[in-house]
């Protein structure tokens, strides 16, 4: 297994600032992903973070909202951009391994934003 | 992207009783994998089930998976308090095996 852990584990931040999260794993991990999770719902991903490149982002998510970076194989962050109360979520960071099928999860960043 | 649907939404039972929880998919997938999440917080890994499996076990969890009616349970038997969570499942795409496609979830409550 892996241990993830996620920092801040919670926020409240104002309307038009930002909100950066770090992901670190105690192990080397080959993926990463960030994903958000809005009250009472399921988890959506945003994107898949790439070591010593840009991040892949899915669907409806744009790297200048939520710009990504991944320098090694053990830290990524996300940076949740110009707030605004629709942001209010919980952010997930999850890793695996190479070849590996399933994920371990980070506690989870609960970001409210006001 | 597509989404599994679990259901039901929320189940509440008593301990020692067991809870079944189900989950439907769409497209053709490589597994499908339960996981549990305690109050909001991070995801735990439970059991995964490949395409070509019919039924797994794992301790007082039992998996079946039906692909032609693209379905799956979950099967907690024996519920505990401890066993209070949300449960969600998961695909991984046939064609894609690393991006995993959440379903709904079910909210468990065991009562004492």
């Known amino acids: 297994s892996a241990v993830i852990s996620q920092k801040p584990s919670r926020d409240i931040c104002q309307r038009g600032t930002s909100l950066t999260i770090q992901c670190q794993v105690d192990s080397q991990v080959t993926m990463m992903f960030w994903y958000r999770q809005q009250p009472g719902q399921s988890l959506t991903l945003i994107a898949t973070a790439n070591q010593g490149s840009e991040a892949t982002y899915e669907s409806g998510f744009v790297i200048d909202k939520f710009p990504i970076s991944r320098p090694n194989l053990t830290f990524s962050t996300l940076t949740v951009s110009n707030l605004s109360p629709e942001d209010s979520s919980i952010y997930l960071c999850s890793a695996a391994r190479q070849g590996a099928e399933t994920q371990y999860f980070g506690p989870g960043t609960r970001l409210l934003v006001l | 992207s597509q989404q599994g649907e679990e259901d039901p939404q929320a189940l509440s039972i008593q301990e020692g009783e067991n809870a079944t929880m189900n989950c439907s998919y769409k497209?053709?997938?490589?597994?499908l994998q339960w996981y549990r999440q305690n109050s909001g917080r991070g995801l735990v890994h439970l059991i995964l089930i490949r395409s070509n499996e019919r039924e797994k076990h794992s301790g007082r969890l039992r998996v079946t998976l039906d692909t032609s009616k693209k379905s799956s349970s979950l099967l907690i038997t024996a519920s505990r308090a401890a066993d209070t969570a949300s449960y969600f499942c998961a695909t991984a795409d046939a064609g894609n095996n690393r991006k995993l496609i959440w379903g709904l979830g079910t909210s468990l409550a065991v009562n004492p």
């Open positions: 497209t053709s997938i490589n597994n």
